[in-house]
C-alpha cells in the first residue's frame, strides 16, 4: 500500500479518536474509572497499517487521555493528570506514565501479536485475537501503574482500604475490562472480515 493511502488511513483513524474524545462514547463513566471506547482505532491502526502507526495513535491515545483528566477531572483525575488536584491529592509525572505508556503499548501489542497470529490463522481471527490480548494488557498495565504509583491516594480517593484495592482493581478488569476486550475483538473481527487487510500489509487470508 502506498505511503499516501497509509497517511489517509491513519488520518481516519486520527479523526475517530477525536470524535470519540468529543463524545460521551470516548470515556464511559463507570464508578471511579472511566471505560473507554479510545483503544479500538489504536488496535485497528495497528492491524491494518503496522505497529508504527499503532504506536503513534496510541501516543494520542494517551494525550488525548491526559486532556480528558484535566477538562473534565473526576475524583481520580489526578493518576492520569499532573495538572489536576482533587481533596489534596495531585497528579505528577508519573500521571503522564499511566496515561500516555500503557496507551503506546497497546499499539505496539496489537501490531506485534496480530502479525504473530497471521502467520497462521486466518486475518480476522488473527485480529480478533490480537485486540482481545492487546486490550487486556492494556487494562492491567494501567491498574497496575495506579495501584504501584497512587495506591495510597487512590484509595483515600475512592474511599476504600489500601489494602482492598487490588480486589477492587480485579472487579474492574471483570467488568469495565471485560466489556473494553469483548468490543475490540467484535469490531476487530469484523471489519477484517469486511476489509482486507492482506491488501494493505502481507498477511494469510
Given at each position: 500500500?502506498?505511503?499516501?493511502?497509509?497517511?489517509?488511513?491513519?488520518?481516519?483513524?486520527?479523526?475517530?479518536?477525536?470524535?470519540?474524545?468529543?463524545?460521551?462514547?470516548?470515556?464511559?463513566?463507570?464508578?471511579?474509572?472511566?471505560a473507554t471506547l479510545m483503544h479500538i482505532p489504536v488496535?485497528?491502526?495497528?492491524?491494518?497499517?503496522?505497529?508504527?502507526?499503532?504506536?503513534?495513535?496510541?501516543?494520542?491515545?494517551?494525550?488525548?487521555?491526559?486532556?480528558?483528566?484535566?477538562?473534565?477531572?473526576?475524583?481520580?483525575?489526578?493518576?492520569?493528570?499532573?495538572?489536576?488536584?482533587?481533596?489534596?491529592?495531585?497528579?505528577?509525572?508519573?500521571?503522564?506514565?499511566?496515561?500516555?505508556?500503557?496507551?503506546?503499548?497497546?499499539?505496539?501489542?496489537?501490531?506485534?501479536?496480530?502479525?504473530?497470529?497471521?502467520?497462521?490463522?486466518?486475518?480476522?481471527?488473527?485480529?480478533?485475537?490480537?485486540?482481545?490480548?492487546?486490550?487486556?494488557?492494556?487494562?492491567?498495565?494501567?491498574?497496575?501503574?495506579?495501584?504501584?504509583?497512587?495506591?495510597?491516594?487512590?484509595?483515600?480517593?475512592?474511599?476504600?482500604?489500601?489494602?482492598?484495592?487490588?480486589?477492587?482493581?480485579?472487579?474492574?478488569?471483570?467488568?469495565?475490562?471485560?466489556?473494553?476486550?469483548?468490543?475490540?475483538?467484535?469490531?476487530?473481527?469484523?471489519?477484517?472480515?469486511?476489509?482486507?487487510?492482506?491488501?494493505?500489509?502481507?498477511?494469510?487470508?
Amino acid at each position: 500500500m502506498k505511503k499516501s493511502k497509509k497517511m489517509t488511513l491513519f488520518a481516519m483513524f486520527i479523526a475517530i479518536e477525536m470524535m470519540l474524545l468529543m463524545t460521551p462514547f470516548g470515556y464511559l463513566r463507570i464508578g471511579p474509572i472511566s471505560a473507554t471506547l479510545m483503544h479500538i482505532p489504536v488496535i485497528l491502526a495497528a492491524v491494518f497499517l503496522g505497529t508504527g502507526y499503532g504506536a503513534a495513535l496510541g501516543l494520542i491515545f494517551g494525550i488525548t487521555s491526559v486532556i480528558n483528566a484535566t477538562m473534565q477531572p473526576g475524583i481520580t483525575s489526578f493518576v492520569f493528570s499532573p495538572f489536576v488536584t482533587i481533596g489534596g491529592m495531585s497528579g505528577n509525572f508519573l500521571s503522564l506514565v499511566i496515561a500516555i505508556v500503557p496507551r503506546v503499548l497497546l499499539g505496539v501489542i496489537a501490531g506485534l501479536t496480530f502479525q504473530l497470529f497471521s502467520k497462521k490463522l486466518k486475518c480476522s481471527t488473527s485480529a480478533a485475537l490480537a485486540a482481545g490480548i492487546a486490550t487486556a494488557c492494556h487494562t492491567v498495565l494501567v491498574l497496575g501503574m495506579i495501584v504501584l504509583f497512587f495506591g495510597a491516594d487512590y484509595s483515600s480517593a475512592v474511599g476504600i482500604a489500601q489494602n482492598a484495592l487490588i480486589g477492587v482493581m480485579a472487579y474492574t478488569v471483570a467488568t469495565n475490562g471485560l466489556f473494553e476486550l469483548v468490543l475490540a475483538s467484535l469490531v476487530a473481527l469484523a471489519l477484517t472480515k469486511a476489509i482486507p487487510v492482506y491488501s494493505i500489509h502481507p498477511v494469510k487470508a
